[in-house]
């Protein structure tokens, strides 16, 4: 017998079912989303795009781009995550947090060149870094070792009091990774 005070716990496919079946007329895209995000964990990558391309072009909007370009990322889909982004480039959807899903992935198939013209992009179109975007970036400097790539981008990063935490300067202590 579950008691009432203990929590419930719903599968993705339990809260996409209850979405799809509810009665609710209108959807943002927003809404649109996270229906996408959930049927890609509840059915996979292949019915999620089916949703997607279902989905009328006027509920398109930058999250929707965003939760499939997240979708392709998790199922390591590379040639896909490219091309959605170059999508939302060509949109002007680009924001920081899909440069910094970006900058993460080519982080850690430790495609530094990608990674630096991605940033190069972010600084031309006047799209400032984050704590995040500059922690992925001291990472991956710490994963070939570039000691003097780290240290000027701490530098950099202590500029801004925003940008600095203390986990960057743990990052600077460890010693150079085995690639």
Same mark, same amino acid.
């Given at each position: 017998?579950?008691?009432?005070?203990?929590?419930?716990?719903?599968r993705?496919?339990?809260?996409?079912?209850?979405?799809?079946?509810?009665e609710?007329?209108?959807?943002?895209?927003?809404?649109?989303?996270?229906?996408?995000?959930?049927?890609?964990?509840?059915?996979?990558l292949?019915?999620?795009?089916?949703?997607?391309?279902?989905?009328?072009?006027?509920?398109r909007?930058?999250?929707?781009?965003?939760?499939?370009?997240?979708?392709?990322?998790?199922?390591?889909?590379w040639?896909?995550?490219?091309?959605?982004?170059?999508?939302?480039?060509?949109?002007?959807?680009?924001n920081?947090?899909t440069?910094?899903l970006?900058?993460?992935?080519?982080?850690?198939?430790?495609?530094l060149?990608?990674?630096?013209l991605? =940033?190069?992009? /972010? !600084?031309?179109?006047?799209?400032a870094?984050?704590?995040?975007?500059?922690? #992925?970036r001291?990472? @991956? $400097?710490a994963?070939?070792?570039? =000691?003097?790539? /780290? !240290?000027?981008?701490?530098?950099?990063?202590?500029?801004?009091?925003?940008? #600095?935490?203390?986990? @960057? $300067?743990?990052?600077?202590?460890?010693?150079?990774?085995?690639?």
């Amino acid at each position: 017998m579950i008691s009432v005070l203990e929590p419930m716990m719903y599968r993705d496919d339990d809260i996409y079912e209850w979405i799809n079946n509810s009665e609710r007329l209108y959807l943002s895209p927003r809404d649109v989303a996270v229906r996408l995000d959930l049927i890609s964990k509840a059915h996979g990558l292949k019915a999620a795009e089916k949703y997607f391309a279902s989905t009328p072009d006027i509920l398109r909007a930058s999250c929707v781009y965003g939760a499939l370009l997240n979708c392709y990322a998790d199922a390591k889909s590379w040639s896909k995550v490219e091309g959605i982004m170059q999508k939302m480039r060509d949109l002007q959807d680009a924001n920081l947090v899909t440069y910094t899903l970006m900058m993460n992935l080519y982080a850690k198939m430790g495609n530094l060149e990608k990674l630096h013209l991605l =940033v190069q992009e /972010m !600084e031309y179109k006047g799209i400032a870094g984050d704590s995040i975007s500059y922690n #992925i970036r001291l990472n @991956a $400097y710490a994963s070939v070792p570039d =000691v003097i790539g /780290m !240290e000027k981008l701490l530098m950099k990063m202590e500029e801004n009091h925003l940008l #600095i935490e203390w986990d @960057a $300067y743990a990052v600077m202590q460890s010693p150079p990774r085995a690639t």
